[in-house]
């Protein structure tokens, strides 16, 4: 897997990949800092059975979003604490969250 792709979300049917667009690291779907939303949804359910290869995944995600942000802004530079809740804060109650709904023991968000 390149730093480009994210697992298999480019090949749902119906359903826009979420990937992220370099050097910028924003969302080549819907433009916004990156992972989004939609990542994570697919990320989370792509990585339901694998949270540490999901954790593993984004750690190098995180490592290629340093270099790039600090090659364009390298005064100040990118936040640590910034990126590491916009890569990998999120990821355990996500899981947490995912698998719970998969097993069936809560009901699904109502439609937006």
Do not use: K
Request: charge should be neutral.
């Amino acid at each position: 897997m390149t730093s480009d792709q994210t697992s298999n979300q480019g090949t749902r049917p119906g359903i826009e990949p979420h990937t992220p667009q370099r050097p910028i690291w924003l969302c080549r779907t819907c433009a916004v800092a990156w992972p989004c939303l939609g990542a994570r949804t697919l990320l989370t359910v792509d990585f339901v059975a694998d949270p540490t290869g999901l954790a593993v995944y984004l750690a190098a995600q995180l490592q290629d979003a340093i270099v790039d942000l600090a090659a364009l802004n390298p005064n100040p530079g990118p936040d640590p604490a910034a990126l590491h809740a916009r890569f990998l804060a999120w990821v355990r109650p996500r899981v947490a969250i995912t698998r719970t709904r998969l097993d069936g023991d809560l009901p699904p968000p109502p439609p937006a």
